[in-house]
């Protein structure tokens, strides 16, 4: 089975200040992973993914996101926040059956961005 | 092109009711996926279809079932609504059964 735990519910930082969301996951197999952002009352867009190679992923908004194998991580950061980046962010393993996929979700960290 | 299309984008249903939701993925995409989003929590899996065959199942009672059309549209029902059936309820697209999913805006689900 695959899990994903994201640790912090809520991370609050000041404009300009440095964003870090923490997701740990669990997988019997390579995981492919993924980050996405949810704003309010809309659905899921997708930030980043790592599916195979360059374990340093780099996605949309500034954001990007570091595969590290030896942690089980797969932390999203951005070096500086703005304000438009408050919302709701969720980490996801997906396991992938070539006939099929399923993306597990962590229970997400909201973002606050203060002035 | 359009995204991934969804409705009714919100909804009040009684319990004990009957409850379709529709999804029109995005133009070329065969595989939609169903994802139910408790207040508060991750979206979790309920269905995957792709070339109108069920190719996933996640942990819903038999009150939850789906279906894909021949047009690659999907409709959700769930039966015998309850309180805790309260959520979003997110389709997802794919251009195949395992690449990159795209999601709607969701339906959101009150049960009262």
């Known amino acids: 089975a695959q899990s994903v735990t994201q640790l912090g519910s809520h991370v609050s930082v000041s404009e300009g200040a440095l964003v870090l969301l923490r997701c740990n996951y669990s997988?019997?197999?390579?995981?492919?992973l993924f980050w996405y952002v949810q704003y309010p009352n809309q659905g899921l867009q997708l930030l980043l993914k790592y599916t195979t190679g360059a374990t340093l992923v780099k996605g949309i908004n500034g954001f990007e996101a570091e595969f590290k194998k030896s942690e089980t991580s797969f932390h999203l950061t951005k070096p500086s926040a703005h304000m438009s980046d408050a919302a709701e962010y969720f980490c996801a393993v997906s396991r992938i059956t070539g006939t099929a996929s399923k993306l597990t979700f962590g229970t997400g960290t909201r973002l606050q961005v203060t002035l | 092109d359009a995204g991934v299309t969804q409705s009714p984008t919100h909804l009040i249903k009684t319990r004990g009711q009957q409850v379709t939701l529709r999804c029109s993925p995005i133009s070329g995409h065969k595989s939609v996926s169903w994802y139910q989003q408790v207040l508060g929590q991750g979206p979790q899996f309920i269905f995957q279809y792709y070339e109108k065959e069920e190719r996933g199942r996640g942990n819903f009672p038999d009150r939850f079932s789906a279906r894909q059309f021949p047009n690659y549209s999907s409709e959700l029902n769930v039966n015998a609504l309850l309180l805790g059936d309260s959520a979003l309820y997110l389709c997802?697209?794919?251009?195949?059964?395992?690449?990159?999913?795209?999601f709607g805006q969701g339906t959101r689900l009150t049960v009262v």
């Open positions: 997802a697209s794919s251009r195949g059964a395992n690449t990159e999913a795209f």
């Open positions: 997988s019997s197999v390579p995981p492919y």
